[in-house]
């Protein structure tokens, strides 16, 4: 490796590496506006420019452009250097409009910090300063284009590092503007990190627009919620209020971006009809005597009907300690073990995943974007979890091949391979694709040692044409080093996620660094698959209230009217509860129906949580002070009230965890008052295989939250369901980007980006049922109709219907987020 010298500090780095980097790693921060970890180099800024003393390179050089070698003496305190450094900023201040005290850039602004610290105060230039007109940029972005300097970082991210294409550089030289070609929504779903990016106020948040200067708030880290990739995030809370999120670089994980769902999904935290005011029966009363009737109903339930008639249901957007303490109150009382998941099915997948994965075999965001070859099943990347499409592009920049068998449409920034395959022939696609990239002898030994992976040879239910187009990415599997499966958990087979693990496991026998790489139905799904594998060995929750079997459900963080498909059958069943007790933060459409509701804190407050990513990292979001009901909405923009407390408005909310060992504690029959062991101790106890992980009573952060060996012993099956008929259309429910799931629907600004519900259909089926691209479908159903906006796509499967939800839900009158219907049942407009 080159050794070079810098301000007289001597340092070995690979070779590659810039002169600006190299500086980094020592300490010394060089001046830069274009330069960017993430983005690299470019040379547009002139503002990195150090001293070469000595060496292959000697005079003034720009430190991000060239690269280090062996022997170089670099100054970058020079005088020359430095001169040059104030010239470069006083051409960049001639036309700048001097508006710091309005711009929300203030106090954060890498122009203010370069302007000051070389020593650039006096303006000299008096002539007329080169203006823009600037645009309406959508509801996320605010435009000031007089501020630009040209350092080309929005650019650069928008179409060379994110893929689209409506935001650019248009003329030229000193004229040259960024923006649109006209006024408009950006496409992006990453165009949020512009904000991030952009080192002078050209473009600023939106929705936080002069809400208060950096320092005016209270800053802490967190995670993003939205999904199950675990991006990092700081959160900026005034006046009780979260006012902004911002991407927090995290190497590992998201790296430097994240995307708008997380960045702008925040609004469930500031919501205006948030509940803070425990209820029961209705009537507002203190939590203190709410949780008291909370106790006492439950005991008297369980006294009469017995411990088993009643029933815990958590979710996976809880924190691990609440999932811990929710399944540790089950177990202590004697009640039906915690529920995650009202879907069973989608319980035994998430388990499946969980107990294929090992730290070998998981691979985070980071990683994925290092593949060589990348093959999704059953996936729809900007639905379910954005972030991995920007990490599929990166990948792609690099040089991999991207494959993806799946019904559904996607839109990627990049291009992929894609085969779409009916929903029921994913699972023998896939290991009949992995089994094909063997050679001929180590196939046979493998269909010998490991029949339940390798699938029927034939490729049973697959058509010639699809035979065909598996054996090319088979053929290109064969060749790949660092490949990696992505497998979802939603509309898959029950066996698929479990077979994808073990078949990566195969790949890396075979000396390939394999990897498997999930998508899970929330932020904690992991750490609820965790805390609870017998879940889906559990009895139907859903009906078992039907039967009559439990008789009081204890809900906390989770509404199932919200997300399950047949939401009136959910409704009659929790009606026909003889207790139904709700907490959550959220206004919970089933604590309408509660004898007892509890208001609890989320994750920006409180003692913060933790949370289980999709590859098993263990994470913490911390709090961001005190919490309450936002100022202005108790103000209303005037002053606020003068009422003085020692307690905000709306606050002292606890957190579920809490409040569920309480329960423990007072319905315990025990009446020994013993220390109650940490939700730590307990896992590590009550989980063998992760007992190793938890040392000195607590699991380090950052670390892998899984078992060193599969703990999978054979894959869960379930009959296929009967394939639609030649005059039959499966239909998928397939999420849409904005607001995606529950969280994000309680964002006012990402409502606000929300399309209405689309019917995706392939040209040809849309043809043959004589519909227009781009009109109004009904979807008939035997309970109701769906007017939908139709959508065609070439690239999805023939004999499906894919239905992307709006803000409505209105598509929960289907039976299953699968459900087969007559083709006929699809019509133009509302003909029937």
């Known amino acids: 490796m080159p050794r070079l010298t810098i301000d007289n500090r001597s340092i070995e780095v690979p070779l590659g590496t810039k002169v600006i980097q190299a500086a980094e790693q020592l300490g010394i921060y060089i001046p830069r506006f274009c330069f960017h970890e993430a983005l690299g180099a470019v040379g547009a800024c002139r503002m990195c420019a150090v001293m070469f003393l000595e060496g292959p390179v000697k005079g003034l050089e720009m430190s991000c452009m060239t690269e280090v070698r062996d022997g170089m003496v670099v100054s970058t305190d020079h005088p020359e250097a430095q001169d040059f450094r104030r010239q470069v900023i006083e051409w960049l201040m001639l036309n700048h409009p001097h508006d710091c005290p309005v711009c929300d850039e203030g106090g954060q602004c890498l122009l203010q910090d370069m302007t000051v ?169 203190e939590p203190r005597l709410a ?134 022939a994913l699972d023998t696609a896939l290991a009949w694709l992995v089994k094909q990239s063997f050679r001929a002898k180590q196939r046979r030994k493998l269909e010998q040692s490991h029949p339940h992976l390798m699938g029927p040879d034939d490729g049973a239910g697959l058509s010639k044409k699809e035979l065909r187009e598996l054996k090319r990415m088979a053929r290109a599997l064969a060749k790949s080093t660092k490949p990696v499966l992505v497998c ?45 594998p017998e879940e889906p060995a559990q009895e139907n929750l859903l009906e078992a209230m039907e039967r009559g079997e439990i008789r009081a459900l204890l809900a906390v963080e989770n509404d199932p009217l919200f997300s399950y498909p047949d939401r009136d059958r959910v409704a009659k069943a929790l ?98 008052r013993l220390p109650r062991q940490t939700c730590w101790q307990w896992l590590a106890e009550t989980h063998p295989s992760l007992a190793p992980l938890i040392k000195h009573g607590q699991p380090e952060y950052g670390d892998r939250l899984l078992p060193l060996q599969p703990l999978v012993q054979a894959l869960s099956e379930e009959p296929l369901p009967a394939a639609p008929g030649e005059d039959q259309l499966e239909i998928l429910v397939s999420p849409a980007f904005a607001p995606g799931e529950e969280l994000a629907s309680y964002s006012r600004v990402l409502v606000q980006a929300a399309l209405e519900s689309l019917l995706w259909l392939h040209p040809d089926t849309a043809a043959a049922l004589g519909l227009e691209p781009s009109g109004t479908v009904c979807l008939r159903l035997d309970v109701g109709e769906l007017l939908l906006l139709l959508r065609t796509s070439a690239d999805m499967h023939p004999r499906v219907a894919v239905l992307v939800p709006g803000l409505d839900h209105d598509w929960q009158i289907l039976s299953g987020r699968r459900q087969v219907v007559p083709a006929s049942n699809i019509t133009a407009g509302g003909e029937s």
Request: glycine share 10%; with cysteine; net charge negative.
């Open 291 to 424: 949780l008291s009737e909370m106790i006492r109903r439950l005991g008297q339930i369980t006294q009469e009907y017995g411990p088993t008639a009643v029933a815990a249901l958590g979710s996976s957007r809880m924190g691990l300690e609440a999932q811990i303490a929710l399944q540790r109150l089950c177990a202590e009382l004697g009640w039906s073990g915690a529920r995650f998941f009202l879907e069973p099915d989608l319980a035994l997948r998430v388990r499946d995943a969980a107990q294929g994965l090992t730290p070998e075999l998981a691979v985070s965001l980071s990683e994925l974007a290092k593949a060589d070859l990348i093959l999704m099943t059953g996936v729809e990347p900007l639905g379910e979890a954005p972030m991995l499409a920007l990490a599929l592009r990166q990948a792609w920049r690099a040089g991999a091949s991207v494959a993806r068998l799946d019904p559904r449409p996607a839109e990627l920034p990049l291009e992929v391979k894609n085969l779409p395959l009916a929903p029921g």
């Open 488 to 532: 979802g958990t939603d509309l898959v087979p029950q066996g698929l996620p479990g077979r994808a693990a073990g078949l990566a496991g195969l790949l890396r026998e075979q000396d390939q660094e394999a990897g498997v790489f999930y998508l899970l139905p929330g932020a904690n799904a992991l750490g609820a698959a965790l805390v609870n």
């Open 575 to 672: 009606q026909g509860l003889n207790l139904l007790v709700v907490m959550d933060h959220l206004p919970n459409a089933a604590g309408e129906l509660a004898e007892v509701f509890i208001p609890v804190s989320n994750l920006y407050e409180g003692a913060g949580l933790s949370l289980v990513n999709h590859e098993g990292r263990l994470q913490q979001a911390l709090p961001a002070g005190e919490m309450g009901t936002p100022l202005e909405q108790i103000a209303g923009g005037n002053h606020p009230p003068r009422v003085y407390s020692l307690e905000a408005p709306g606050g002292g909310l606890q957190e579920s965890s809490v409040l569920l060992d309480e329960v423990a504690r007072e319905l315990s029959r025990s009446s020994e």
């Open 117 to 285: 610290s070389s020593g650039h105060g006096i303006r000299r230039y008096q002539g007329e300063k080169r203006t823009y007109r600037d645009q309406d940029l959508g509801p996320f972005v605010a435009h000031e284009m007089n501020r630009c300097i040209h350092c080309w970082r929005c650019r650069r991210f928008y179409q060379e590092y994110a893929g689209y294409h409506d935001l650019g550089a248009m003329q030229i030289g000193w004229r040259t503007y960024f923006g649109r070609q006209q006024s408009g929504r950006l496409e992006s779903p990453f165009a949020g990190n512009i904000v991030d990016l952009c080192p002078t106020g050209v473009y600023t948040d939106k929705p936080s627009r002069f809400e208060g200067r950096y320092w005016d708030f209270a800053r802490a880290d967190s995670i993003c919620p939205h999904c199950s990739l675990g991006c990092a995030t700081t959160v900026n809370v005034r006046y009780r209020q979260v006012v902004r999120l911002e991407a927090r670089p995290e190497p590992e994980v998201n790296g430097h971006f994240i995307c708008d769902r997380g960045r702008y999904g925040y609004g469930f935290a500031n919501y205006p009809q948030r509940p803070r005011v425990a209820l029961v029966q209705g009537r507002e009363t």
